[in-house]
């Protein structure tokens, strides 16, 4: 890439969603083309969690950035373009959705290929491997207006608010729809003692200052 | 407010709070309900778990990408869109009507063949047999020993043995005038 071509590119990639979509509308392909990049592998991951066929979530990316060409005109984003999209991945995800039981998971696949990539024993991989096949699974035993809020939080990093965008509802919403998705997924998850999870019946512990480390672990401290 | 709501209420803000968007002051209510509800605080730990196992499950395909071109939704744009109810009923008339020729034109061969079919082979008993027996020769398997047979007389036998009918062949018989007696005993 020559120096001129390199600068253009920083240029295209320092502008914002809205200021894109403008260009796009004019007609500047290299502006459609750095929203494409800028989102396909966020779209791609959305539809490869709920679909769970690369090839589909490949297609999914396509549609989705089909649709949004056609409604550059109608387009109008106040901030970031990327609600939008996952609105119209998250239905095409839907609409394509396999049958149970006819698609290979390959979300396990890459579970596993990175697994070997760290250094760790054989057991304690075949460990893991289970322990996130059990969770995964859980997860599908959701309904799809919870499944999507579990995926946009934990694997596209949306926060609830984006969320809300996303599926076109009240954040209070959102957050119900979180809940009620934890509570099912401990629900599922309590039948395996090997991931700490007490049964539900036996929930008289003694009461005390729960530990956040953890949760700091995970979402780092909440200040 | 009753106990049940608001365990109900904390564990919803539990919810919120492993989400990121519970701010200091909900924080601490809800550790203070914790503190002094047994049940509140086993769901907030295994909230925790749940939160913790699902950031983990999620980890390997959060490093996914895809290796797409922007060329390819240029590409899927050019496809046509799908054609309107009108345009399609007149393509399905037009499918119906070329299945109905190929059936004619179907048909009609093998009405033609039918009819242009070759004709059953003469018997026997379609002609008389007076008729046949004199003019047609019949081939069999004898009749090409009786050629050999005669070809090897008429080369090594003699010039009167030629004139036996009882040893030349039948169609040769045919063809000479039948001998009388008289002229053979000349010959002889």
């Known amino acids: 890439m020559t120096g001129r071509a390199a600068k253009k590119a920083a240029e295209i990639d320092a502008r914002t ?3 894109l979509v403008y260009a796009a509308r004019e007609h500047d392909m290299l502006a459609f083309d750095a929203l494409f990049y800028r989102y396909k592998d966020g779209i791609f991951r959305l539809g490869l969690a709920i679909t769970k066929d690369p090839s589909a979530a490949e297609e999914i990316v396509v549609d989705t950035f089909a649709r949004a060409h056609r409604a550059l005109a109608r387009l109008e984003p106040e901030g970031s373009l990327r609600p939008w999209l996952y609105r119209v991945a998250v239905n095409l ?17 890459a579970t596993e290929e990175i697994v070997q990539g760290e250094e760790r024993s054989p057991s304690r991989l ?18 799809p207006k919870h499944k999507v809020v579990v995926v946009l939080h934990y ?5 609830l608010a984006e969320i809300a965008q996303v599926v076109d509802c009240p954040i209070g919403t959102v957050k ?18 090997e991931l700490g999870f007490e049964p539900l019946g036996a929930s008289m512990a003694t009461p005390g200052r729960i530990p956040l480390t953890a949760v700091e672990r995970v979402r780092g401290p909440q200040e | 407010m009753t106990d049940h709501m608001a365990c109900r209420q904390t564990q919803e803000r539990i919810a919120v709070l492993l989400a990121g968007a519970a701010d200091r002051r909900e924080r601490l209510e809800i550790e203070s309900h914790t503190s002094a509800c047994a049940r509140c605080a086993t769901a907030y730990r295994d909230y925790i778990a749940t939160s913790v196992a699902l950031d983990r499950a999620y980890a390997p395909l959060r490093h996914a990408t895809v290796a797409l071109s922007p060329a390819r939704v240029r590409l899927a744009m050019r496809v046509p869109e799908p ?46 047999t007076d008729v046949l027996t004199p003019n047609m020769h019949v081939g069999t398997m004898g009749d090409d020993q009786s050629f050999i047979r005669w ?7 003699t010039p009167s043995d030629l004139l036996d009918p009882a040893v030349s062949p039948r169609s040769l018989a045919d063809e000479t005038p039948p001998a009388t007696p008289e002229r053979a005993g000349l010959l002889r």
Do not use: C, M
């Open chain 1, 126 to 143: 075949a460990e893991l491997a289970e322990l996130r096949r059990v969770v995964l699974a859980a997860i599908d035993t959701l309904g």
């Open chain 2, 83 to 128: 054609v309107p109810a009108p345009v399609r009923f007149s393509r399905v008339v037009a499918r119906v009507n070329e299945f109905a020729l190929a059936a004619a034109v179907t048909a009609f061969a093998f009405v033609g063949a039918g009819s242009v079919a070759p004709k059953p082979a003469i018997t026997d008993e379609a002609v008389p």
């Open chain 1, 176 to 193: 119900s729809r979180l809940h009620y998705a934890l509570r099912r997924l401990r629900a599922h998850l309590a039948a395996h003692p």
């Open chain 1, 93 to 109: 995800s839907y609409n394509r959705r396999p049958r149970k039981g006819l698609v290979i998971s390959t979300l396990e696949d």
């Open chain 2, 151 to 157: 070809f090897r007389i008429g080369r090594y036998a």
């Open chain 1, 155 to 159: 694997l596209n990093g949306l926060n």
């Open chain 1, 17 to 19: 969603d809205r200021e």
